[in-house]
């Protein structure tokens, strides 16, 4: 091994610091390992070591390598670090204490080391402000837990030298990761990119859309996800969670599409933060989220006929689904008055289309086809308020015919899937058009920090940036609310039918 940096310090041995450590030494750094408090140094090594053990027990490891990495980590106090070319600090998240920090390491270290901050929210040129050398100063912000999420944001502040942005994604490759570039800007990528799902999803339940577990089914099957987004914020919990929507809102200046929501406020000052505490939006008993379970699928005996708009999203596509199921079709020109109306709008709500195309509310159903029926474990209806009962039961029944799950919502502007793909394709949209990082790193950055089952460019690019573009403008037309203004970056594409992907000229 031949690092680029061959010998470190971590400052804060804490679960980040660990995993730093962890990932440098196996790369061939000697590592000195330090923490305010000198024991947790120590405990950090004895859990390092033990770490290393197991994947020697596993194979993952030879018993002279596992051996080698425990060799490389020494626990040390500040005044040892003179020797070390790169220092990175993961210690708490308060800019007073980071700049105090890297005061002290700046008179210690060489001029030419590199001093790296992992800090996830704070402004890394305002961390370097009070250096005399700010050039040697970069973000390096990984993920918990930082062995298996590997991906790593490389920050470059007003003043850092390219050079120490370049040497620190070399090292990240060495360290098995993938670094990605991000502008100096509140979130980086990861943090900012994240902000559609669930603060959309907040808006959505806040609105009386849909129950927290619904949400969480539709996104998971509709669209892919692995966690919907009430599991994932109670798994990562609202002390985190909310917090950072918060900094990422002020620190834009309170941009409406960044705005939190008084939901996850609220459960936070109540100490309702999640699987941690045992409560959260689900309960937890053992570990284990007690989920409601689903209502089944109604019996109906006496199916009416269905009637199609002719502006139905997907029209063929639906049409020959309803054929698949047994439906019976009418082709007339509007609807006779026993038939279920089936309209598929994207972005409108179901009473609006409804007023719109002089059809008889009581007897109509949405279906949400922005995503293609084929693609999905789950179809999504929404009932408008005038809709009849026997006509939301009959759409439910036959559009569970062949097993397929059927969520049942209330009225809105766009279906959940569609709110929420059409907020994330926006946000990375502008990412995009500030320059905050390219496409492909955003792409890469989401798929390997959030988990998701498209980066959101490619997601826009799969449904259609036009179909994203419509959801939007008709969003924005029912609210009236600036957080659905498209990104003018989306707006030129959508337009010219260019991918979501493709570079600026």
Same mark, same amino acid.
């Given at each position: ?38 024991? &947790? ?22 018993? &002279? ?12 106090t500040l005044n040892d670090l003179a020797d070390c070319q790169m220092v990175v600090e993961a210690i708490v998240e308060r800019l007073d204490v980071k700049r105090s920090l890297f005061a002290q390491i700046e008179a210690i270290v060489a001029p030419s080391a590199v001093l790296a901050t992992n800090t996830s929210s704070l ?29 790593? *944001? ?6 850092t030298d390219p050079a120490v942005a370049q040497a620190l994604a070399r090292y990240a490759r060495e360290m098995g990761h993938t670094p990605v570039q991000a502008a100096d800007t509140p979130g980086f990528i990861v943090n900012h990119a994240g902000r559609g799902y669930n603060t959309e999803a907040l808006r959505i339940v ?45 620190? $834009? ?30 309960? $937890? ?8 379970? *689903? ?31 047994? &439906? ?10 026993? &038939? ?112 998701y089952p498209l980066g959101p460019l490619a997601m826009g690019n799969r449904w259609g940036p036009t179909n994203v573009l419509e959801v939007l403008f008709n969003m924005q037309t029912v609210y009236g609310d600036p957080r659905y203004r498209p990104s003018p970056w989306l707006r030129r594409r959508g337009a010219i039918g ?8």
């Amino acid at each position: 091994m031949n690092p680029t940096f061959p010998t470190i310090a971590v400052i804060g041995a804490g679960a980040m610091g660990r995993g730093i450590a962890q990932i440098a030494a196996q790369a061939g750094s000697l590592v000195r390992l330090v923490d305010n408090q000198p024991e &947790a140094s120590i405990q950090a090594k004895a859990a390092l070591a033990d770490q290393w053990d197991k994947l020697a027990a596993k194979g993952k490891l030879d018993a &002279a390598q596992a051996q080698a990495c425990k060799d490389r980590i020494q626990p040390c106090t500040l005044n040892d670090l003179a020797d070390c070319q790169m220092v990175v600090e993961a210690i708490v998240e308060r800019l007073d204490v980071k700049r105090s920090l890297f005061a002290q390491i700046e008179a210690i270290v060489a001029p030419s080391a590199v001093l790296a901050t992992n800090t996830s929210s704070l402004s890394v040129t305002a961390i370097a402000a009070g250096l005399k050398r700010p050039e040697q100063l970069a973000g390096f912000h990984f993920f918990n837990p930082v062995p298996l999420m590997k991906v790593v *944001e490389v920050i470059a502040g007003l003043k850092t030298d390219p050079a120490v942005a370049q040497a620190l994604a070399r090292y990240a490759r060495e360290m098995g990761h993938t670094p990605v570039q991000a502008a100096d800007t509140p979130g980086f990528i990861v943090n900012h990119a994240g902000r559609g799902y669930n603060t959309e999803a907040l808006r959505i339940v806040s609105e009386g859309v849909a129950d927290f577990a619904t949400i969480d089914r539709i996104l998971r099957d509709q669209v892919g996800f692995k966690l919907g987004p009430f599991e994932l914020m109670d798994l990562t919990a609202l002390d985190v969670s909310h917090p950072v929507m918060e900094s990422v809102y002020n620190q $834009y200046y309170q941009e409406p599409r960044y705005r939190p929501s008084v939901i996850t406020a609220q459960r936070l000052a109540g100490g309702v933060l999640g699987r941690k505490t045992g409560q959260g939006f689900y309960n $937890y008993i053992d570990g284990k989220a007690q989920v409601p379970a *689903e209502a089944p699928a109604p019996e109906v005996s006496d199916m009416p006929p269905v009637w199609v708009s002719t502006r139905a999203a997907r029209r063929s596509e639906l049409l020959q689904l309803l054929k698949d199921l047994g &439906a019976k079709i009418e082709t007339g020109q509007s609807p006779s008055a026993q &038939a279920l109306s089936l309209v598929a709008p994207l972005g409108f709500d179901v009473t609006t289309v409804a007023v719109v195309e002089r059809l008889d509310p009581a007897r109509t159903v949405g279906i949400d086809m922005l995503i293609e029926d084929a693609a999905t474990r789950r179809r999504v209806l929404a009932s408008n308020p005038a809709t009849r009962a026997d006509m939301k039961a009959a759409a439910h029944a036959l559009f569970a015919r062949d097993g397929k799950p059927v969520s049942l919502i209330r009225d809105s502007g766009g279906f959940v899937s569609q709110r929420v793909v059409a907020t994330i394709v926006n946000i990375a949209s502008d990412m995009c058009q500030q320059g905050i990082c390219s496409p492909a790193d955003l792409e890469t950055a989401v798929t390997l920090g959030l988990g998701y089952p498209l980066g959101p460019l490619a997601m826009g690019n799969r449904w259609g940036p036009t179909n994203v573009l419509e959801v939007l403008f008709n969003m924005q037309t029912v609210y009236g609310d600036p957080r659905y203004r498209p990104s003018p970056w989306l707006r030129r594409r959508g337009a010219i039918g260019l991918s979501l992907m493709q570079e600026e000229n």
